[in-house]
C-alpha cells in the first residue's frame, strides 16, 4: 500500500461545481502539501498544512490529522482550474516528502 | 527573481551518452532536490542537497550523480543514459530543509533515452 492515496484518480466536473479531491496518508505526518500541475507544465505549491483549514481563493484546504486525511476543496470551478493536483506528506524533520500519484481534474465549460 | 531555472527543456540522448541537466535558483535556498516524474507514479527524489558542499541519496539514485559547490546551482549528471531514464526531471528548491518549507519547482526537463 502507498504511503500516500489520492482520490479520485480522474475527475471531471462542469464549470461552476464544487469539486474536492482527497488524500489519506499511512503515516504520522508533520506536514502536508497540495500542489498544482498544469498539462505539460510545472508544478507550483498551493498549500502547506500541519493541522486545520486554509483558503486562498476559490481553494480550500483542509487536514485531519486524527483520521490522516485531507481534502482540496474547489469552490465555483472554472476550465482554468484544470490540472493535476498533487498531496504530499512529510515526516517528523526529514527533509524527504512522499507524494501522490496525483488527480487529474478537467472542467469543462 | 526567475525562481527555479532548469536547461535544457528537452533532450534526446541515445544510450550510453551521458549528459548534465542544470538547475538554478536566485532565492538563496539551503535546500535543493531532484525528482524524476514517470507515468502512474508519485514524484521520487534522486538525490538532495542541504546546502553547498552537502548532498545526499534520495529515493532512486543509481544512475545519478550530484554536487553543490555553490548555494545556486545543483546540476545533475547522468552518467551513462539508458532507456529506464526516459523520464520528466523537476529540480526544487526550499528555503531550507524540513517538511513544513514550501517547495518552489522549475519548468521541468523531457528527457528521452533511446
Known amino acids: 500500500k502507498n504511503e500516500v492515496e489520492q482520490s479520485p484518480q480522474n475527475l471531471t466536473a462542469q464549470e461552476g461545481e464544487f469539486i474536492t479531491i482527497n488524500c489519506s496518508y499511512s503515516?504520522?505526518?508533520?506536514?502536508l502539501h497540495w500542489l498544482q500541475q498544469h498539462p505539460g507544465g510545472g508544478i507550483v505549491s498551493l498549500f502547506m498544512?500541519?493541522?486545520g483549514k486554509k483558503k486562498h481563493g476559490r481553494l480550500i484546504a483542509t487536514i485531519n490529522i486524527q483520521e490522516k486525511h485531507s481534502s482540496l476543496h474547489i469552490t465555483a470551478s472554472h476550465p482554468r482550474d484544470s490540472a493535476v493536483y498533487i498531496c504530499?506528506?512529510?515526516?517528523?524533520?526529514?527533509?524527504?516528502?512522499?507524494f501522490g500519484k496525483g488527480t487529474l481534474l478537467t472542467v469543462n465549460p | 527573481n526567475a525562481g527555479v531555472t532548469q536547461t535544457p527543456k528537452f533532450q534526446v540522448l541515445k544510450t550510453g551518452q551521458s549528459m548534465t541537466l542544470q538547475c538554478a535558483q536566485d532565492m538563496n535556498h539551503e535546500y535543493m532536490s531532484w525528482y524524476r516524474q514517470d507515468p502512474g507514479m508519485g514524484l521520487r527524489l534522486i538525490h538532495y542537497s542541504v546546502g553547498a558542499g552537502i548532498t545526499d541519496q534520495g529515493e532512486v539514485p543509481n544512475g545519478y550523480n550530484v554536487s553543490r559547490s555553490t548555494t545556486e546551482d545543483f546540476p545533475l549528471r547522468l552518467l551513462s543514459a539508458a532507456p529506464s531514464q526516459t523520464s520528466v526531471y523537476f529540480c526544487?528548491?526550499?528555503?531550507?530543509?524540513?517538511?513544513?518549507?514550501?517547495?518552489?519547482f522549475g519548468p521541468g526537463t523531457r528527457l528521452t533515452v533511446l
Open positions: 526544487a528548491s526550499s528555503l531550507s530543509g524540513g517538511p513544513r518549507n514550501e517547495q518552489f
Open positions: 503515516v504520522g505526518i508533520s506536514a
Open positions: 498544512l500541519s493541522s
Open positions: 504530499a506528506v512529510g515526516k517528523g524533520s526529514n527533509y524527504k516528502l512522499t
